[in-house]
């Protein structure tokens, strides 16, 4: 059973930068997509990126490759979000994903339901004050 764990979110103000952490356990295989969703107060749950775990090969939701950064370490089996110059709307909690098919970022990973309900983590907060 794939369990994540998000981290690293906090209180900043605007123009700052946080990087956040997904560790991910029990992965059997580099076969896996990772995705980072965010969901800001009366929001839907949005895709912000999408990495295939073998690879390292990256995806983002449009507007969103200029400030964000996915990346991972096999080694530690981590995923991280770097976020960038913070804006008040980038304020929400930060989740992420794990699916088992390295190709999962070739599909709508955008979506929430892409992923199905069993590996998600918890979310981290981020809130931006201006």
């Known amino acids: 059973q794939v369990q994540v764990v998000e981290s690293g979110g906090d209180l900043v103000q605007a123009g700052g930068s946080l990087r956040l952490s997904c560790t991910v356990s029990?992965?059997?295989?580099?076969?896996?997509?990772m995705g980072w969703f965010r969901q800001g107060p009366g929001k839907e749950r949005d895709g912000v990126a999408c990495?295939?775990?073998?690879?390292?090969?990256?995806y983002y939701a449009r507007s969103r490759k200029d400030r964000f950064t996915i990346s991972r370490d096999k080694a530690k089996n981590t995923l991280y979000l770097q976020v960038n110059d913070l804006k008040p709307e980038d304020t929400a909690m930060y989740y992420c994903?794990?699916?088992?098919?390295?190709?999962?970022?070739?599909?709508?990973?955008?979506?929430?339901?892409?992923?199905?309900?069993?590996?998600w983590g918890q979310g981290t907060q981020v809130t931006v004050s201006s």
């Open positions: 994903a794990a699916k088992s098919d390295d190709a999962a970022c070739s599909g709508p990973w955008w979506r929430r339901t892409w992923w199905g309900p069993n590996y």
């Open positions: 029990t992965l059997t295989s580099d076969d896996y997509a």
């Open positions: 990495i295939a775990w073998r690879d390292g090969k990256t």
